[in-house]
């Protein structure tokens, strides 16, 4: 048998007969099938598969927030009302990393795009667990662009949208004032407690962060010349500009005085420590901490308390591969993570009709012209799902 583009509704209803699901406290949740289906309710997980082997839908989603009527739907136009009805009692505190939040993501390859994102959720559950005492959490493969984490914890599910906005705004290094990441802050020279101190080096918070990355660029110099003039110094330089600050930054005393002291005012010296110069000196380590510390979160869905996420055991049929619960170690080994994911539908050898050319982007990236081809069945399903597109 050659499979087709017009077989995955099939290949969808045998996954789902016997595929895992994962929802907890199913009854209280909005299950959607596709983003305009989406205020369907279960009460069993037996229910739910019934109509995913009946509808073999191209995506499922469920409810962030738990309702006391998940079903209820005011009808079209009327989404306030809609909201009211369903009576919200609930949301969990939910982060979607996404590799196109990513610098430079479309010059790497699939894996790449998955690697670093999988950094960025690494970095986003030590910050979780470390500042914010986090205990449980769930992780998900999205099955295309990246990963969910989903907080636990009963208490971070009755945060209000503006707590959320500050936790997500934490992540992302913004807002931030000045006086608050720095152990003193004031540019009046004229003034006899004039002054621009980096905190102590922390993880726990950006003014920490922003003096180990000081320190850092003070022990590392050289590393860092092309990247401080091109990419952090927030201002354009010019050429005099760039020499005076060489003088500083290439002479070990200076930068051992900075490491020691946190003194910005001092490591520029009297002459240089201009309020311009010192604000331009704090955005750019500012700039370094955020590439090194900030977490790149889809910031629609950290806030948002009516939002829908990828169901755990479906299959994101826009790439191919199943949304999957993921242990922490896979999030460190790609080889791993792409092995578990393979098992879904298996290495079975089988025969795909591809009606166009494409490019397969999955653990391998991979070309194929109009035809028939043989394929080990994961990569098949990879193949007819990314034919859609």
Known sequence: MVLKVADLSGILRKHYEECDLVVEKLPRRSVAFNTWDRHNSYNTIEKLREDLVDQAPDSVFYSTARYLEPSANAGTGKASETWKQKDRKSTDLTFDLDFDHVEGHSDMTYVQQIETIAKHTLRLIDILV????????????????????????????????????????????????????LAAYETNSFKSDAAFILKKRSLNDWGGKIRLVCDDLMNNFDTYTQDIQEKHWPKKITPKEFQNLMSRFSNSTFRQRLVRTGDLRAFLGEKLATKTRLENMYAMLLSLAKEKYAVEIDTSVTAEVNKIIRMPGSIN?????????????????????????????????????????????????????????????????LALCQSER
């Open 130 to 181: 470390k500042q914010y005492g986090v205990q449980n959490y769930q992780v998900t493969f999205s099955g295309r662009r990246g990963f969910h984490v989903r907080v636990t914890d009963e208490a971070y599910t009755l945060l209000s949208k503006s707590q959320r906005k500050e936790i997500m705004r934490d992540l992302l290094g913004e807002g931030l004032e000045k006086k608050a990441t």
């Open 317 to 381: 049929s826009k790439h191919g591969y199943e949304c999957r619960v993921v242990e922490q170690e896979e999030l460190m080994d790609m080889d791993y993570l792409f092995f578990n994911s393979a098992q879904t539908f298996g290495n079975k050898q089988v025969q795909v009709q591809i009606d166009k050319p494409i490019t397969v982007q999955g653990y391998r990236t991979f070309s194929l012209d109009t035809g028939i081809h043989t394929l080990p069945m994961h990569e098949a399903v």
